[in-house]
């Protein structure tokens, strides 16, 4: 007696649809939608801008250790 039944959502929904139509509910879906979309390709995004980041960041320490070589190289040499 405690839960819900299929029954009291059934009617629950029938009163959402009398009282904002279809047209309203069908615009709030596709607004929630878009919402939930956009907020997906943020967050790609942003994890694509950590993803650049990273691979310049280990591409500028790889520059630093090959300086850091030759110079060792050439310290040998003299």
Not at 2 to 13: D, E, H, K, T, Y
Not at 23 to 32: I, P, Q
């Amino acid at each position: 007696m405690g839960g819900i039944s299929i029954w009291q959502l059934l009617i629950v929904a029938l009163i959402v649809v009398l009282l904002f139509g279809t047209k309203k509910l069908r615009s709030l879906g596709g607004d929630l939608g878009g919402a939930v979309k956009g907020f997906k390709s943020a967050m790609s995004s942003e994890e694509e801008k950590k993803a650049i980041e990273d691979s310049a960041s280990e591409k500028t320490a790889q520059t630093e250790e090959k300086k850091t070589e030759s110079k060792d190289k050439d310290k040998e040499q003299v």
